[in-house]
């Protein structure tokens, strides 16, 4: 009943920024864990960060930590992704997911109950 939708995607040269937004229908927003996952062509989808509900808790895949930052907004039932010196290996679509809680890691996709329909982004060299 959760809807997500992922905004902000595009076509950016290498060593450019985009921040990427998701918004949340559900009128229980704050209480849920949010992550960004992507997923390029041919390839497994990856996680890429995640959100505790208070915002506290945060974590980055290796291949992103230090570039992007994953923020949220309860007020606005909206979630932030940050992607700053992008590579053209950051090419993919990009899903904005929300758990209602973890059974186990928050890396893994399966722990995740809503998935926005995906925003593209595509860096060029």
């Known amino acids: 009943q959760v809807q997500l939708v992922e905004s902000g995607g595009g076509l950016v040269q290498a060593g450019g920024s985009l921040r990427l937004s998701c918004a949340h229908s559900g009128r229980t927003f704050s209480r849920y864990e949010m992550g960004w996952f992507r997923q390029a062509p041919g390839k497994e989808r990856e996680f890429v960060a995640r959100i505790s509900w208070s915002g506290s808790g945060k974590n980055y895949a290796d291949a992103v930590k230090g570039r992007f930052t994953i923020s949220r907004d309860n007020a606005k039932n909206t979630v932030y992704l940050q992607m700053n010196s992008l590579k053209p290996e950051d090419t993919a679509v990009y899903y904005c997911?929300?758990?209602?809680?973890?059974?186990?890691?928050?890396?893994?996709?399966?722990?995740?109950?809503?998935w926005g329909q995906g925003t593209q982004v595509t860096v060029s060299s």
């Open positions: 997911a929300a758990a209602k809680f973890y059974s186990g890691s928050y890396y893994l996709d399966k722990e995740y109950d809503y």
